[in-house]
């Protein structure tokens, strides 16, 4: 019954920058764990970003000092900036989140491109 939707992907050049939102649908967003994944082809499913229902912030070594994740619980949204994108950054993302113990929610990804 929880849906996660994904936007902000698309083509960018090797330095730019993208935003990627997921909203959810959710009357309990605010208790739950979020987190962004990201899957490239050829590569395992990897753990980009992750945000508590507290506000504490995680991030995998490829991407510390790049990217951000926030959250807005009033409008139920997590979101990703992404700066200085490089070619290797390219993958499907996906948002997925829940409540802590319990299997999560996914969404159904969106593409990012980093290419020149």
């Known amino acids: 019954q929880v849906q996660l939707v994904e936007s902000g992907g698309g083509l960018v050049q090797p330095g730019g920058s993208l935003r990627l939102s997921c909203a959810v649908r959710s009357v309990i967003f605010q208790v739950y764990d979020m987190g962004w994944y990201r899957q490239a082809p050829g590569l395992q499913r990897e753990l980009v970003a992750s945000?508590?229902?507290?506000?504490?912030?995680t991030y995998a070594d490829s991407v510390k000092g790049r990217f951000t994740i926030s959250r807005d619980n009033a409008k139920r949204t997590v979101s990703l900036q992404m700066n200085s994108l490089k070619p290797e950054d390219t993958a499907v993302y996906y948002c997925s989140g829940g409540l802590s113990g319990v299997r999560p929610f996914w969404g159904q990804g969106t593409q990012v491109t980093v290419s020149s």
């Open positions: 945000i508590t229902k507290g506000g504490s912030e």
